[in-house]
């Protein structure tokens, strides 16, 4: 089997053939930014879905099957619920509901690619996505830097027992150190 090179040169084996020995699940809540060592998952190519389907469900499977023929180890959705992120006078509301799709589009999407050997990986807003992400069977769970100051999404989040990425882009100090709390606290 192919070994990659990291920057430093050391020799690495492919993240896919070591997350099947490891899956998110047995990291126990905890995703390492990088390991060292070939003994870990790390790194981790990551096929960011987002809403680049525009809605568009025969797109999205398309998208889904071509990434997971590619060299991506997880395949991430943006289960869209407007009321999750836009207020209801946003000029931009019907975009974002004509994003939405109907239950069990997402958890077809998602059964595809762990058919394929990959990672299905869920951002969530509020409760109706998380809930999306949990009926779709998601493997890892990720919490927008927006929502960084949200404790009670992080602490439903991390109440799954999945693993939860925070991302921190924009996120103040004062937000992450609560977001640091409310994580030891479960």
Known sequence: MARRRDRG??????????RRSARLRGLRGELPVSAPDAAN?????IAEVANCHGGDEGYLRDLVARL?????????FQPIV?????SFRHPMREVFESLEFADGVLADAAAAVRSAG???????YGPRS????????????????????????????LGTGLPVLLSVGG???????????????R
């Open 118 to 124: 990959k990672i299905a990986l869920f951002d969530v």
């Open 41 to 45: 998952t790390w790194p981790l190519l």
């Open 9 to 18: 040169g050391a020799r690495h084996a492919p993240a896919r053939r070591l």
């Open 171 to 185: 996120a103040t100090e004062v937000e992450l150190a609560a977001a640091v709390e409310t994580a030891a606290g």
């Open 130 to 157: 998380l809930a999306i992400a949990m009926a779709a069977g998601a493997e890892g769970l990720k919490i927008h830097a927006m929502d960084a100051d949200d404790a009670g999404l992080l602490g439903a989040a």
């Open 68 to 76: 997971c023929d590619g060299a991506a180890d997880a395949v991430k």
């Open 82 to 86: 407007a009321d999750e992120v836009v």
